[in-house]
Nanobody, 122 residues
């Protein structure tokens, strides 16, 4: 069984920076396509960023493009999401996801972490 776990969330002031981590463990056969999603209070889960198996390709939602960097270290089985210039609208539960396809649709991802809370104050 593959398990994902996020860490690094917390309370940050507007304009600050934060880095989230996702650790993949369990019976992994090969690197997965990895992605980050977020769910603001009372809103649906939305795509944030994705990275290919090798890490050579990345894709970002328009809402975070220019402020976010997704990266991975396959040897360490970790994926990072760095967010700069944080805004109150970035407040959400952030989820790490793994799947077989380079997609923005949450339904295409097989494994999910429990999420980590990011709160950005005004």
């Amino acid at each position: 069984q593959v398990q994902l776990a996020e860490s690094g969330g917390g309370l940050v002031r507007s304009g600050g920076s934060l880095t989230l981590s996702c650790t993949i463990s369990g019976r992994t056969r090969s690197p997965y396509v990895m992605a980050w999603f977020r769910q603001p209070p009372a809103k649906d889960r939305a795509f944030v960023a994705a990275i290919s198996r090798s890490g050579a390709r990345t894709y970002y939602a328009d809402s975070v493009k220019g402020r976010v960097t997704i990266s991975r270290d396959n040897g360490a089985n970790t994926v990072l999401l760095q967010i700069n210039s944080l805004k109150p609208d970035d407040t959400a539960v952030y989820y790490c996801a793994a799947g077989d396809f380079y997609e923005t649709n949450a339904d295409e991802y097989t494994y999910w972490g429990p999420g980590t809370q990011v709160t950005v104050s005004s």
